[in-house]
């Protein structure tokens, strides 16, 4: 049976070293979660190289990624999508009261 589970959020911050390691803080439901990827097999590196350079080139825009993982624990894929901006679904709430 695969079971597979995701988590939704922003990616907040984002360290590359020279290494060619990346890390990034993923911010989901109030708490913040750091994944990396490393090119050395010694190193704990969770995520899959292309599945990092995609979330880190959402740092600083206004898009929300869901991670998708197996049940391994591994990321299997990603969703992007435009976030909602609170601000602007409490404007229209009160503009549909209003009429």
């Known amino acids: 049976m695969n079971l597979t589970h995701s988590i939704f959020g922003q990616v907040i911050t984002v360290r590359k070293f020279t290494h060619g390691d990346v890390e990034f803080d993923f911010y989901h439901e109030d708490e913040i979660i750091t994944y990396g990827y490393s090119s050395d097999p010694n190193r704990l590196g969770n995520f899959p190289k292309d599945l990092i350079?995609?979330?880190?080139s959402t740092l600083a825009?206004?898009?929300c990624v869901e991670i998708f993982f197996g049940d391994d624990g591994n990321p299997t894929h990603v969703e992007l999508e435009e976030c909602d901006d609170e601000e602007d679904l409490e404007e229209d709430l009160d503009d549909d009261s209003d009429s």
Do not use: P
Not at 53 to 56: C, F, K, P
């Open 53 to 56: 350079e995609i979330l880190v």
């Open 61 to 63: 825009t206004d898009v």
